[in-house]
């Protein structure tokens, strides 16, 4: 059974930093792609940034420059670090991991449960 659980969200002031991480097991392979999503109060989810197993990397337009997103293919990890922090980035930050777990199972998503992130002004 597959888990992915996040950790590293709290409080900051705008302009500070955070480092989020997120650890996914239970699978036999590295997952084909891991990522962040978030989600801010009366919003869909969106893509924050994504890392294949080919360490390609997509980001949000407003993320670009401030959020690096990086990963362990071996260990199925990957962290965010997120730098010059501001109010719009405040938000519920979901990981997520995409891949077939094994030999028998066909490529799907699975998700954390979220970690808050919240940014003072």
């Known amino acids: 059974q597959v888990q992915v659980v996040e950790s590293g969200g709290g409080l900051v002031q705008a302009g500070g930093s955070l480092r989020l991480s997120c650890a996914a097991s239970?699978?036999?392979?590295?997952?084909?792609?891991m990522g962040w999503y978030r989600q801010a109060p009366g919003k869909q989810r969106e893509l924050v940034a994504r890392?294949?197993?080919?360490?390609?990397?997509n980001y949000a337009d407003s993320v670009k420059g401030r959020f690096t997103i990086s990963r362990d293919g071996a260990k199925n990890t990957v962290s965010l670090q997120m730098n010059s922090l501001n109010h719009e980035d405040t938000a519920v930050y979901y990981c997520?991991?995409?891949?077939?777990?094994?030999?028998?199972?066909?490529?799907?998503?699975?998700w954390g449960q979220g970690t808050q992130v919240t940014v003072s002004s």
């Open positions: 997520y991991a995409y891949g077939a777990t094994d030999y028998s199972a066909r490529p799907r998503d699975y």
């Open positions: 239970g699978s036999t392979f590295s997952f084909s792609a």
């Open positions: 890392i294949t197993s080919g360490t390609s990397t």
